[in-house]
């Protein structure tokens, strides 16, 4: 009976009118047509959900009914309590950052109170990554954990709500450093590069042939991806390590989906890239992190994307008092109000809900201050 009304209570959630308007609302703005409005979207990471509603995420990663059951408490949570702009859409299966690194035979390392980790290293040698082979879509790393939560979200929620597929966001370079480890890999774009690109594209055909048999397995065309780039930080590579081995590949994937590369983020300093990153087909919306300029990716890209502004969750909200965190957020709306941008806090960790509903109340003001 509980599962029951877990069900029935976020069918209804989803049916909101809110979401449908929500829905719109972003589809205009991807399609740069909304001038006139900044979105609130608040990135809540697993371990706030872990606190908040009690929930151990080793059962949670390993117990597919626990999963569905724990998802649908967090999208009530999050209707009930974060009054963002986000879409709540169904359930989405997602193991985390570890998961590709999983399929080329990486150990993921479950932890109660945070997502997986990414597991050591696998590749020593090049003898390491010749014995390779192709991930399995049935069979490798973390996939047969995500069939069969499929199978059994599909079963327990009778098909009342939409379930988001496990996706490959984790960009080709980034992989690789899972796989190789960084500072071996930073060592093989100067004694070994042939190694390198051999390394990266295998990685790359690795996920086309992945994506492929996903669209035979779910019976549907993938049009456009993300890509999730941590790995590229100003502050670990240069311009051009990211243009001779990093891009080429990024570039190929984009080529490889209809519709490009939609997202691309990275949470690192991504200043020195933005020129290169800029064109790589479909890439409508970036991600700016606290690391990177905001001033110069406003003055180079201007109302080419949208803008994915985060914040620190730290020196922004956590240690913030209102009149604090007005400032802070004025002062970047003054950087981004001529483009289309949309604003976020910083990944919720430990943060209270009152301090999310504050920031959340308080960038509402300003934002209404600013576009007047």
């Known amino acids: 009976m509980r599962l029951k009304n877990l069900v029935e209570e976020v069918e209804r959630i989803i049916a909101n009118p809110k979401y449908e308007q929500l829905k719109r609302l972003w589809n205009d703005f991807y399609a740069l047509k909304v001038a006139d409005r900044i979105p609130i979207e608040i990135t809540i990471n697993m371990t706030f959900f872990a606190k908040v509603l009690n929930i151990n995420l080793i059962d949670h990663y390993q117990n597919p009914e626990k999963y569905v059951e724990n998802s649908l408490k967090m999208?009530?949570?999050?209707?009930?309590?974060?009054?963002?702009?986000?879409?709540?859409?169904?359930i989405v299966l997602a193991y985390g950052e570890a998961f590709e690194s999983s399929l080329f035979g990486s150990e993921p390392i479950f932890k109660p109170d945070t997502d997986p980790w990414v597991g050591?290293?696998?590749?020593?040698?090049?003898?390491?990554?010749?014995?390779?082979?192709?991930?399995?879509?049935?069979?490798?790393?973390l996939m047969p954990k995500v069939l069969r939560l499929y199978e059994t979200a599909e079963k327990m929620t009778k098909g009342k709500i939409p379930l988001f597929?496990?996706?490959?966001?984790?960009?080709?370079?980034?992989?690789?450093v899972h796989l190789r480890g960084l500072t071996k890999l930073l060592v093989d774009t100067f004694r070994n590069p042939d190694f390198v690109h051999k390394l990266l594209s295998f990685i790359t055909e690795s996920r086309m042939k992945w994506e492929r048999e996903k669209e035979k397995f779910l019976e549907i065309k993938i049009q456009k991806a993300s890509l999730y780039n941590d790995e590229v930080n100003a502050q670990v590579i240069s311009p051009q390590i990211y243009q001779v081995f990093a891009h080429p590949y990024e570039k190929k994937l984009a080529d490889f989906y209809p519709e490009g590369i939609f997202y691309f983020h990275s949470c690192g300093d991504i200043?020195?890239?933005?020129?290169?990153?800029?064109?790589?087909?479909?890439l409508r919306k970036l991600h700016i992190s606290p690391a990177t300029n905001f001033q110069t990716a406003v003055s180079k890209l201007g109302r080419k994307f949208v803008f994915q502004k985060r914040m620190h969750p730290l020196k922004d909200l956590r240690l913030c008092d209102a009149a604090t965190m007005e400032s802070r957020i004025k002062e970047v709306l003054k950087v981004g109000r001529e483009t289309f941008m949309e604003l976020d806090p910083g990944p919720i960790q430990d943060e209270s809900l009152d301090k999310i509903k504050t920031w959340i109340n308080v960038a509402r003001k300003a934002i209404k201050s600013e576009l007047k």
Not at 75 to 87: M, S, T, V, Y
Not at 165 to 176: H, Q
Not at 271 to 282: E, M, V
Request: no cysteine.
């Open 271 to 282: 200043t020195p890239f933005l020129d290169t990153i800029s064109t790589i087909h479909g």
């Open 120 to 141: 050591k290293p696998i590749i020593e040698t090049q003898e390491d990554l010749e014995n390779l082979n192709y991930p399995d879509f049935y069979e490798s790393g």
């Open 165 to 176: 597929f496990e996706s490959w966001d984790r960009s080709p370079w980034g992989v690789a």
């Open 75 to 90: 999208l009530i949570f999050q209707h009930k309590e974060i009054p963002d702009d986000r879409i709540l859409g169904g």
